[in-house]
């Protein structure tokens, strides 16, 4: 689910069940998110003369192009790739929780 270097996934735990010492607690929702941005003003300026746009780093470059700011990729950021909510959880609204 995440095999990219810029990938993180955080996990939502249900802390109120009893476990054992010796299993798991349950998961309620996962979000994927992946770090984008910190991209150098040389690397931003060659790529949109040349009409290219490097894989990755969506969020910074799709900015740079559209609004032809050369300083916005050097900005860092956060992107939610995904967000999964165990079935069960989906009805109580977790999700909200978990998005904000």
Same mark, same amino acid.
């Given at each position: 689910?995440?095999?990219?270097? /810029?990938?993180?996934?955080?996990?939502? @735990?249900?802390?109120?069940?009893g476990?054992?010492?010796? &299993?798991l607690? $349950?998961?309620? #929702?996962?979000?994927?998110?992946?770090?984008?941005?910190?991209?150098?003003?040389?690397?931003?300026?060659?790529?949109?003369?040349? /009409?290219?746009?490097?894989?990755?780093? @969506?969020?910074?470059?799709t900015?740079?192009?559209?609004? &032809?700011?050369? $300083?916005?990729? #050097?900005?860092?950021?956060?992107?939610?790739?995904r967000i999964?909510?165990?079935?069960?959880?989906?009805k109580?609204?977790?999700w909200?929780?978990?998005?904000?």
């Amino acid at each position: 689910m995440s095999d990219a270097p /810029g990938h993180m996934l955080f996990v939502l @735990l249900d802390a109120n069940a009893g476990h054992s010492a010796d &299993q798991l607690p $349950d998961i309620i #929702a996962v979000v994927q998110v992946c770090l984008e941005g910190h991209l150098s003003k040389q690397t931003v300026i060659q790529n949109l003369n040349e /009409g290219r746009r490097a894989a990755g780093d @969506l969020i910074p470059w799709t900015i740079s192009q559209q609004f &032809q700011d050369r $300083d916005f990729a #050097a900005l860092s950021g956060a992107r939610v790739v995904r967000i999964a909510v165990h079935p069960d959880a989906q009805k109580c609204w977790i999700w909200v929780k978990v998005a904000w």
